[in-house]
């Protein structure tokens, strides 16, 4: 569970596309420990909320502070057709300046894809591909990890070998935000909240199978 200070705050945050608000006022803080989930309907702006948490979109308005190590695994996987899974582990290795793939090969294992590492990515089926994009988000070990629809694309297998994934890094302190369309599996869940009208709301975790938005 939850423990000390917030490892994300966010205050405020507003966001508007060509005078369409799409966030007016989005405030939560996310804690070591934490597993955290936001639902939404699609245009609800949780991939632009996910993009400013991010740091890869600006706001315009409001204050986000991180406190410690980030990942992001964002909806739509930034991976090349012509490389390897192998290399792009090496590609992320650099940019991470880690000392080895360790990580990065054990995470493979754990989302039962440890024999694609020859193949290139072009080969690959989508929830393939879904599961490099989350192993290159965690391969660094993040202590605040974003997910933006992270199951998409995976079998039954390997959404609950996902789930079995977020639940060991929480154990590992590491706060972890869930973003998608449905909450499945809601008593998984710490909080769970849903992006309405521009706001976060907090929902009930009732344990049903799916929470519709």
Not at 38 to 45: M, T, W, Y
Not at 187 to 199: F, I, T, W
């Amino acid at each position: 569970m939850a423990a000390g200070e917030p490892v994300l705050r966010i205050r405020g945050v507003r966001k508007s596309y060509r005078g369409r608000p799409v966030l007016r006022g989005v405030s939560l803080d996310l804690f070591p420990g934490q597993l955290v989930g936001i639902v939404g309907e699609n245009g609800a702006g949780k991939s632009t909320l996910l993009r400013i948490l991010a740091g890869d979109l600006a706001a315009d308005g409001g204050a986000v502070e991180r406190v410690d190590v980030l990942g992001s695994c964002p909806q739509d996987a930034v991976l090349h057709g012509a490389f390897s899974v192998e290399q792009h582990l090496r590609f992320f290795q650099a940019a991470y300046g880690l000392d080895s793939l360790d990580r990065a090969f054990e995470l493979l294992e754990q989302l039962n894809c440890g024999g694609y590492r020859d193949e290139r990515v072009e080969a690959l089926s989508g929830g393939t591909r879904q599961k490099l994009n989350l192993v290159l988000a965690l391969m660094h070990d993040p202590r605040v990890l974003l997910l933006d629809e992270p199951y998409q694309g995976f079998d039954w297998e390997t959404y609950l070998r996902f789930w079995d994934l977020a639940a060991s890094l929480r154990d590992r302190g590491c706060a972890v935000l869930v973003v998608s369309h449905l909450a499945y599996d809601v008593s998984r869940l710490d909080a769970l909240y849903r992006l309405r009208e521009g706001a976060l709301h907090e929902a009930e975790r009732t344990g049903a199978e799916r929470v519709p938005v």
